[in-house]
Structures are given as C-alpha cells and as structure tokens.
C-alpha cells in the first residue's frame, strides 16, 4: 500500500476502480497512519470502516480528512477549542455531507489554530502541528492539520476553511493545491462560525485536478445556508496546458517590500512560465489592499465577537464556575478559550463598542468596499491577479508567537481576495531554502473553471512533485 502516497487522490480514485485496492483496503490503510500519526494533525480518527462505498461512485472510496471546524454528528467537533471539548453535534455539516454521498468517507478531523483564529496551527488547545517539509516548522494555519495530513501522504486530501487566507497559506507552506471558492458557492452550514462574511470552505489537494474533483461535489445552494448560492457553471475537470490569450496582472502593492527574496525570486520564474505558455504579464494596481489587512483585523474580531458569545457554559461545551451565573459565563471562557480568541473577542467587542463603531468598524466596511472596487478595476484590464500566496516560507516554530502582528502579516496577500469575496487559488510555485512557496491566482466571482484550468496549465509548466516531501 506504500505506492499509494506517491498517488494524487485523482490516480487512487482509478486505482480502486480498475480493482487493484479496494475501498475497504484504502480506508484501512489511510486510518491506520492518521492514527499513527506524528505531526499533531489529527485530532479525531474513525473508529470503524464507513458503509460499504462503490468504486464507481463520483469520488470512488478515496478517504477524505475533514478540518475539525466542520460538525459531524456524533463525532467530536472542537474547532481546535477547549470550550468545545467533548461536544458531539447531533447534525453534519452540510459539505461533509455532500463530499460522503458522493463517495470520499470521512477517515478523521484534522488540527487546527482555535476557531481558526492564526496562521500556523499554534493557536490549536491541542497542541501545534508540525511541517513534513522540515518538522520544527509551522504548516501554516488555520488549516494546517488539513494541509500536514495530505502533504505527508496520510489522507489524498482534505477539506479546510479560508477565512483570510487559512486554505491558501498552508497549502503554500505545504507544497500543496489549495482552493478559496468565491463567497457563497460552499455552504456554511455546519461550519462552526468564526467570521460569517467570510468563512469559506475549500480543497486542499495535491494537484488542481483534485482541487477541482473535490470542489465539484461541494457546491451549490442550500435551504440550510441563506448566504449560499448556486453556482452559475458546472464544476469541470481542468484541461489546459497552455494560457494562450489570457492576461495576469501583478500588483506591485503584494510582490514588492515585505514578501522575502526567495519568494520574488519563485514569482519572477513562474511568470516567465507564463509568458513561455502564451500569456501576457503586465502590471495591475490594487492601490487600497495594503490597507486589507487593517480592515480585516477589525472586521474579522468584530463578526468573531458576537458569533463566539454563544459559548457561555450554558447549553454545551465546557462549563465552569462556582454556580452563580455570572460566574459561569466569565470561568467558563477563561478557562476555554485561548489567549489569541481572547484578543481577537476584546479587539472585535471595542471595535463595536458605541462611541467607536464608526472610527473603527464603519471605516474597515469602506476600505473592504474599495478593494472590492480595486479588484473590479483590475480586471477590466486582466484576466487574473497573480501574487505569491505568502510573504514567507514556513517559518519556525514558536518564532512568531511573541508577535501577534508578525503573524498576521503572514496574510498579506491572501487577504484581499477573502475581503472581496473572490475566488483565489495557491498552487506551488517551487521551493526556497528548500521549502516550498506558493504562488496565488484570484479570479473574478464565480471564474473557478477558468481559474482551475489556468493554474492546471501553469501546474504543468511548473511539474512540482505531488508525492510527499523528501525526509
């Protein structure tokens, strides 16, 4: 069974139904090593084999790891919080339902930041996981139990959630493929809410052929989801193998001061990639997106601050306290949610606080306002925006944590996009300091099909390795 890490999930998925392995082979094997596990990237591991899948279904058997941020029912589902231990949602998150029904069973919940609140899988009460690349290095968060688990080859994919560039940035320090749908095209039911206007769920894959596989499964409207949409085209397997007429604008305000050398230097080479492949780069402003990160360091806290203040000790969850009410409620989230929730909750609450509700909160809407504005702008005059993903290789572990702005600057560029509600693809570029980086393509709304055939062109000009990292 050891070949099937070297597999894309796309080849064990024919693999199945050719007969070489069968479904219930497959699922042992991938449970067996997440149970194993030494990176810290689950959290939760099936217990018993799911019902019989057919090899013939869609997504053929091929085990999927599920970020523990989405709810199953009866399964543990944290969100990387002690507030949450030993909760057991009586209902599923509707996109883990879908991916199931269409044939990829869920083999367990994967690590992550605390209700994705971080960039590298740190902030988890359970513990930080750790980079198959280089194990003393962060895999990026909030989804970096997802993107550890696939990068080491212990499940074909994963499935996490962007809020701010949390699928995006792991993927890139993961060396992997990792998808940000545009806003509403994934149902959010099920996924415990950090920041409503923005949580999005995705793929994190080895190569855009499985982006696409698995995302083709996860879309559409759902009575549950009154944010939820139907997406207007039908989800392809991408194609291309050339981006003949297609025009990429490189912002200068994301690839210029602050993105390291190594970084640029990937860039620099994957855009003459682009242009080796027939498409034209040229330079496209995005004048307000250094200023995303401000408005997203309000909006984000300020949306987390009413969503988080369900957790009170009073219906599930962690209760603490000596019995008095008030008691409760303070005891209960001292003692349950992490040092960065807290923040995050305080800076949110002062931001919506009467008497700053306009300083703050009201001027962050107009700045997401004329990014997305700024985005409209760009693409009169090209087709997609291309950045790297994040500033950064992966760094160390602990390196950060004394830094609260260090660490979010790790989503300079991944930003944007999320407060534009636009799709946004990371794909690897190639590698500095032998680690790898991720370069980002952000579409129009609803353009995935384009863009999943543009980063497949691009994917093969580039011929990064899907198997797992050299150890």
Not at 83 to 102: F, K, N, S
Not at 307 to 335: C, F, I, K, P, Q
Not at 344 to 351: E, H, P, Q, S
Request: contains cysteine; glycine residues 12%.
């Amino acid at each position: 069974m050891s070949e099937l890490l070297d597999l894309t999930a796309a080849q064990t998925a024919a693999s199945l139904r050719a007969g070489e392995v069968s479904t219930d082979e497959l699922f042992d094997h991938s449970r067996a090593r997440a149970a194993n596990d030494d990176l810290g990237a689950f959290l939760w591991v099936a217990e018993d084999a799911p019902p019989p899948v057919s090899a013939q279904a869609p997504l053929a058997g091929v085990p999927l790891a599920v970020k523990d941020i989405f709810c199953a029912e009866g399964v543990p589902s944290t969100s990387g919080s002690r507030i949450l231990e030993g909760y057991r949602p009586a209902y599923t998150a509707t996109v883990v339902e879908r991916l199931a029904a269409a044939g990829a069973p869920m083999v367990g919940k994967t690590n992550m930041d605390e209700f994705a609140m971080g960039s590298s899988n740190e902030n988890s009460a359970y513990g930080p996981v750790r980079n198959p690349w280089d194990r003393e290095r962060v895999p990026g968060g909030s989804s970096g139990g997802s993107a550890a688990a696939v990068a080491a080859g212990i499940a074909p994919w994963a499935i996490g959630t962007d809020t701010g560039g949390s699928i995006r940035q792991p993927a890139s320090l993961c060396g992997l493929v990792g998808l940000k749908p545009t806003y509403g095209s994934v149902s959010r039911y099920g996924m415990i809410a950090f920041a409503s206007s923005l949580d999005q769920a995705g793929p994190i894959t080895r190569d855009v052929t499985d982006a696409a596989l698995l995302f083709r499964h996860m879309v559409g409207r759902d009575p549950c989801d009154s944010t939820s949409l139907d997406h207007p085209e039908e989800i392809e397997l991408p194609q291309a193998d050339r981006l003949d007429g297609l025009r990429f604008g490189v912002p200068p305000e994301l690839s210029g001061e602050g993105i390291e050398p190594g970084v640029l230097t990937v860039l620099k080479d994957v855009l003459g990639r682009v242009e080796h492949l027939g498409g034209t780069v040229n330079e496209t402003r995005l004048p307000h997106s250094p200023h995303g990160l401000s408005a997203y360091y309000v909006l984000a806290p300020a949306e987390a601050s009413a969503n988080l203040a369900r957790y009170d000790g009073v219906r599930y969850g962690l209760r603490a306290g000596n019995g008095d009410l008030l008691s409760m409620y303070e005891h209960t989230r001292a003692e349950g949610f992490g040092d960065e929730v807290k923040r995050r909750i305080m800076l949110g609450t002062y931001a919506l606080s009467s008497g700053y509700y306009d300083a703050y909160y009201g001027r962050a809407q107009r700045v997401r306002t004329k990014i997305v504005a700024d985005f409209a702008s760009a693409f009169e005059s090209c087709d997609f925006v291309i950045t790297p993903t994040s500033p950064s290789v992966a760094f160390r572990i602990g390196e950060r944590t004394g830094d609260p702005l260090a660490m979010y600057l790790s989503d300079y560029c991944a930003v944007p996009a999320s407060l534009a509600g636009l799709p946004a693809i990371s794909i690897p570029g190639g590698l500095s300091e032998g680690l790898p980086v991720g370069i980002q393509l952000v579409g129009p709304a609803f353009s995935e099909n384009r863009l999943l055939q543009a980063a497949h062109a691009l994917e093969g000009a580039i011929a990064f390795p899907t198997g797992p990292p050299p150890t």
